[in-house]
């Protein structure tokens, strides 16, 4: 069975500082993608990644997927009290399954 | 105008009770899912439907009965609703099953069991 770890799974900042979170697997994932959940609502997917050694940046969010495709990592810069949320890391397997997902990163910036 | 649907938002039931759930996409994709999120935010597949068919059976109870009149529509159905069922149910859907496809997510359904 494939799983993604994610790591911190709690995290409260300061507006503006900066922050990481991981998401890493023993196994090879053919994409990761992630998510962000607010409360009451459903996971909104905010990128994928689909080649090893690849960056995307989606404004103050960078995205990451190692060059050996079992890791990700998300930073996000100058953090604002928008960006609250749960994030997740989904990655689909070789057998091109569902989206298996990582038990995601609460994260809380406050102003 | 909602890109996948779910009814009702909220559930509350007794033990035993048989209910279901609705679900629809209006994004012409392909396939369909259910997930279920327990009390600790964990996401896991329940079911995966391709064109009506069904392609994903996780390990769940056989109590639980997904069924697909069209591929705009997954239906779940469950019955002899037991205190564990509690838990918070999406839907979600994109335009095929291959690993680059992002997936859309209904707000979900929280279930309470009592």
């Known amino acids: 069975t494939q799983l993604l770890e994610q790591s911190p799974q709690f995290l409260s900042i300061q507006e503006g500082e900066n922050l990481t979170v991981y998401c890493n697997s023993s196994?090879?994932?053919?994409?990761l993608q992630w998510y962000r959940q607010e409360p009451g609502e459903g996971p909104v997917l905010l990128v994928t990644?689909?080649?090893?050694?690849e960056v995307k940046k989606l404004k103050r969010l960078t995205f990451q997927f190692g060059d050996a495709r079992k890791d990700s990592s998300l930073h996000i810069t100058a953090a604002q009290p928008g960006d609250t949320g749960l994030y997740l890391c989904?990655?689909?397997?070789?057998?091109?399954?569902?989206?298996?997902f990582g038990k995601g990163t609460t994260l809380s910036v406050s102003s | 105008d909602t890109a996948v649907s779910q009814t009702p938002k909220y559930l509350v039931t007794q033990m035993g009770n048989d209910k279901s759930i609705k679900c629809e996409q209006n994004?012409?994709?392909?396939?369909m899912y259910w997930y279920k999120q327990d009390s600790k935010k964990f996401l896991k597949i329940m079911f995966s439907?391709?064109?009506?068919?069904?392609?994903i059976n996780e390990t769940v109870p056989n109590r639980f009965s997904p069924k697909s009149p069209d591929k705009a529509h997954l239906n779940l159905h469950i019955n002899s609703l037991e205190l564990g069922d509690s838990a918070v149910y999406f839907c979600?859907?994109?335009?095929?099953?291959?690993?680059?496809?992002?997936?859309?997510f209904g707000s979900g359904t929280r279930l309470t069991v009592v």
């Open positions: 979600a859907s994109s335009q095929g099953s291959r690993r680059f496809y992002g997936y859309t």
């Open positions: 196994s090879v994932f053919s994409s």
């Open positions: 990644v689909v080649t090893g050694g």
């Open positions: 989904a990655g689909v397997g070789q057998a091109g399954t569902a989206l298996i």
């Open positions: 994004l012409g994709h392909d396939t």
């Open positions: 439907y391709n064109n009506k068919e069904l392609i």
